[in-house]
Every structure is written in C-alpha cells, then in structure tokens.
C-alpha cells in the first residue's frame, strides 16, 4: 500500500546523499518533494500542511546544520515526524477491572467488521483470553452465518441467539451476551455491529444504543484503508456521532494509496490499535507506529519479524536443532531441513517477510515476483524421498534422481539442485552453530584462518626454542602469558579487546568500520 510512497521519498532522499552541507534551497526542494509525495499517497491536506511545516522547522535549525551527515539527519527528522502522525507510541488495548472486558466494533458496511472480528478473537486467544464474538448485525443478509463460521476458523465461541436477516433487537442480543459471557467464564465479549453504505441517522441511532446497552471498555472504528480521503471523513462522523476510543485498519495489503493510515489518527485523535493486511486469520496485528513509518521509509521492520519468530518457533524445537548441527553437518538431515522450511512457512508469506528485512526495498521488484509455490515444490521433492535418502542424500544417484523427479513432478535437474544447495547450507549451518562465525570476515571468531594456518602456526610454534638460561627462560614464559591473556581479551597487553574481538576497536560498536559493500546494504540511519 505504501509502496508509491516509499519510492518517492527514497528518490528525495537520495538527491541529499553525499552533500556535505544542506542549504535552505536544498531543505524548501525536499520539503516540496515530500509535500509532493504525501499529496500523491492521499493524505489529507491539513495533515500534510503540519507535516511539512514541523520538517522544515527542524530541518533549518541546529540539528541539521551542525551534523556530520545533513542527509541522514534529514532522514531522521523525517521518520520521527512520521511516527508522530501515526499516533506516537503504541496504544494497547485497556481490560475492565472486573471481566469481561466488552469490545464494540462499528464502522461501515464493507469496512470488514465481521472478518476483523474472528481475526481480533483469534488474536486474543493466543494471548490467553477466552473472548466470545456477538452477533449484533441482524440485518446485513447471512451476517450472522458469516461471523459463526468466523468463529469455527478462529476458534473462539460466538452468541448468535438470533438468525439475523432482518429479525431480532440487536440491542437486546448485545445486553443479553454480557450475562452468557460472565455464566460462560469469558474474560472477553467483541460485538459485531451492522454498518451502512454511508452515514445515516439509523446507523448512529443503533450504534449509540448499544453503546449505552453494554458500556463497552473499547469503542474501535474499523476503516477500509482503501477508501482514501473519504475514511477521514467517516472517522470524524463516526467520531462525533458515537465516538470511538481507536482505530483499526483493514485491507492495508490493498494496492491503494494509504493516505488513510497517514490521516486519520492525526485528525481524529484517536490512535490506530490495530492492522489486518491479509485474508488469513494470522494476518492481523497491532499497530506500532514506529515500524510502519520505519517500512514506509524503506528501513524494514525487525522487531515485527523477530516477534513472527518466536511466536513460531519453541525455545525446545530452536535448542534441539542448535544441538544436532553443533555435533556436526551430517546430524543435519533432510527431514531437519523440512520441518524448518514448514516453520518458516507459518510465518507467512515469504515476500511479506522478506520485505521486514531492511533495504529490501531496493529490490521491491524481485521479491514480490517471488513464487510462493516454490517452497511447496521443495517439500514435494523432500518428500517423495525414501527415508534412507532424506537421512543421507549422498547415496541420491542417477537413477534415484530420476525416480524422485517422476515423484514430485519436477525435472531431474531441480532434485540436484535442491541437494547440493542443501549440502552448501548445512555446511554454513553446522560452521555458524560451532561458533564458527561468518567465512571471510577477518576478527571474528573462527574466521582467523583454515585448518591448514592452524597447522602452520602449531608447527611454528613447536619449532620455538627454549633458552638455556633460567632468567632469560623465565621471562619469555611470562611474555608468552602476557600474550595468551591479551589474545583471550582481543587485543594487546594493555589495550582493551572490543565488541568485536578486534584490538583497540574500543567497547564502543560504532568505531568498526564496515567494508564499502555491506555499508551500501544498510539502511540510511545505520550507515
């Protein structure tokens, strides 16, 4: 959805790299480019108008003009006004003191309420909450029949007393759920509201009185990202006329132009809480408005992906496989190689998870040509393998490849590549979990040399010899000390090892150089 965006503004960030100084010409055609790109994203214009006035504000005074890098400074004024307009620090969800704690969902018709309800029940029962989903639209034909089969997917229970279509008092099925819930021992009831295609009297009327029906502790709005300016518009309506206490985005994986996302906290003052940006259950989250103005600006989002990781993958199943590859490469199985790539593949879409990584807008176009099916052909293949051959995929011959090919529905070709690029990973695998390190970076463990330097300096070293005399002995064995204690420490006697074992790198990260090539794969603030 930001796409467009992001790409207008790296093309104007990039005209300020590699000026040593920014003068007021270059901060007014920034300002403008950006204005620009934010007037193109659909963002609301007021909005934008504060936007650029608090950039250009910053920008001119101290903290650009005295900074070793102008550019870069730019950047980050401009990624803290971004976080600021997206509603500053992450807005949690508040609990009733004494459950449960009721969550009023209300936007209109199309918005996706009904779906976002299942994927808000499912989220909360991965917290450990027992939420109940509440069918208070009865007149949208099927709702009901719709969020009960919601709720099957998700998993979570639903209060449905009423068939929908135009019968019953949703008010009185909203109080009613209140009672079931406590006799039901759920800590959390999600009232799912009829909408309409646009703002009326009937649609605010209801609203307003399930509202006082149910006292909810969350009022939450939820918008189509992809109406544009006009969801500014029916936030503010919504605002006035029932008031709502957050936001909640759905369809942002859409191919609009997001300036929804961009405007709606800052006119309403209501903070964005959550983001649906899928079809899956799974594709739903809270909103953290420091990550999404760090993916608008191309720098990824780690914190999200580290977070999709550990919700994925056990503490047991992450120590056991650590375990297997530091005995050696070939504990490492095709079987092994499998159950991760199915881990991965709970994660969600690859190209999705790919573009967390930072600076992989740079190569935006290749990964969302990425085939997710790729990763199906490669557990075909895996296995349509005996267990024998996933066990020790040396003994795959001519005639086994061919066999494993007809399998799987492949060429033969693919199941000699899948092989040897398994053999190459393991090898990496197995080095990195020995505490190998990284092949080729010179100061990191392990990666001082092959075994054939290690033999070198042994040898060198045996060929040493001792001094006949005991004084002189004695102070070339203290000195021989000095020196192992130095190397433990990385560095020289008398000078302190660094964060990364390199002598007299200091304790500070910040003073290794990195080589040309990995500083152009950093994004701009890391640089």
């Excluded at 199943?317 to 490492?332: S, Y």
Aim: aromatic share 4%; charged share 25%.
């Amino acid at each position: 959805m930001f796409d467009t965006l992001s790409d207008r503004l790296a093309a104007t960030f990039k005209s300020l790299r590699g000026k040593g100084r920014l003068s007021e010409a270059d901060i007014d055609a920034t300002a403008r480019e950006i204005r620009i790109a934010l007037l193109e994203a659909d963002v609301a214009l007021p909005v934008v108008r504060s936007f650029i006035k608090q950039v250009k504000e910053r920008a001119v005074g101290a903290e650009v003009s005295q900074a070793l890098n102008p550019a870069q400074q730019v950047i980050k004024i401009v990624n803290e006004e971004l976080i600021g307009i997206l509603g500053g620090e992450t807005r949690r969800l508040r609990f009733a003191k004494n459950p449960p704690t009721v969550i009023m969902l209300a936007g209109l018709q199309g918005a996706g309420k009904t779906t976002l309800a299942g994927k808000l029940g499912h989220w909360l029962k991965g917290q450990g909450h027992a939420p109940l989903l509440v069918a208070c639209d009865l007149q949208r034909p099927n709702a009901v029949n719709q969020l009960s089969v919601v709720a099957e997917r998700a998993g979570v229970a639903i209060y449905a007393p009423e068939p929908g279509n135009g019968i019953g008092d949703p008010v009185k099925v909203a109080q009613d759920s209140i009672e079931f819930a406590k006799s039901k021992q759920h800590d959390i009831v999600i009232v799912d509201t009829a909408g309409r295609l646009g703002i009326d009297q009937e649609l605010m009327r209801q609203a307003a009185d399930i509202r006082d029906a149910v006292k909810p502790d969350e009022v939450l709005f939820v918008v189509d990202a992809m109406i544009g300016q006009d969801a500014v518009n029916t936030a503010e309506a919504f605002r006035d006329g029932v008031g709502f206490d957050g936001v909640v985005l759905s369809k942002l994986d859409g191919d609009a132009r997001g300036g929804a996302a961009l405007s709606i906290a800052h006119v309403t003052g209501r903070q964005i809480m959550f983001a649906s940006n899928g079809e899956k259950l799974d594709d739903f989250d809270a909103f953290h408005p420091d990550r999404m103005a760090s993916r608008i600006l191309g720098m990824g989002d780690m914190l999200s992906l580290i977070e999709k990781a550990e919700q994925t993958f056990s503490q047991q199943e992450a120590e056991q496989m650590a375990a297997k590859l530091a005995k050696g490469p070939k504990e490492f199985t095709l079987d092994d190689f499998l159950a991760q790539m199915e881990q991965v593949r709970k994660m969600g879409s690859i190209s999705k998870l790919l573009g967390m990584l930072p600076g992989m807008g740079q190569i935006k176009d290749q990964i969302n040509n990425l085939d997710e099916k790729d990763v199906d052909r490669t557990a075909a293949i895996i296995k349509s393998m005996t267990p024998g051959e996933r066990k020790d995929p040396h003994i795959i011959n001519g005639s086994r490849r061919a066999r494993i090919a007809r399998g799987s529905g492949v060429d033969v070709s693919a199941v000699k590549s899948l092989v040897e690029r398994f053999f190459d990973a393991r090898k990496m695998m197995s080095k990195m979990a020995q505490g190998g390190g990284m092949p080729g970076m010179p100061g990191m463990p392990g990666t001082g040399g092959g075994p054939g330097r290690q033999k070198k300096q042994a040898k060198q070293a045996k060929g040493k010899r001792k001094s006949g005399n005991p004084m002189k002995r004695k102070a070339e064995e203290q000195a021989a000390a000095a020196r192992r204690e130095a190397a433990a420490q990385g560095g020289q006697p008398g000078q302190q090892g660094g964060a990364f074992g390199l002598p007299g790198a200091g304790q500070d990260a910040g003073s290794f150089e990195l080589p040309k090539e990995f500083r152009d794969m950093l994004p701009p603030s890391d640089k």
